[in-house]
């Protein structure tokens, strides 16, 4: 899994795997859903991070594994 933080594009992508981009779709304003040929999610996209969470918040992301 990659995450990246786009701050020229004010954008968050989290990409789940390497398997090629088929289609993608904007489910909501902002939020992008990258699908693969079987259908599968692969990688969303959030824009205007900047407006949803605080700088704090995106420069110090905590991930969590149960």
Request: glycine share 4%; no cysteine; net charge negative.
């Amino acid at each position: 899994m990659r995450i990246k933080v786009d701050k020229e594009a004010d954008a968050l992508y989290f990409r789940l795997d390497e398997n090629k981009i088929f289609e993608s779709e904007e489910v909501q304003p902002g939020v992008i859903l990258d699908f693969d040929e079987s259908n599968q999610v692969v990688g969303f996209e959030i824009l205007n991070i900047s407006k949803r969470t605080s700088p704090k918040n995106l420069s110090s992301m905590q991930f969590e594994s149960a």
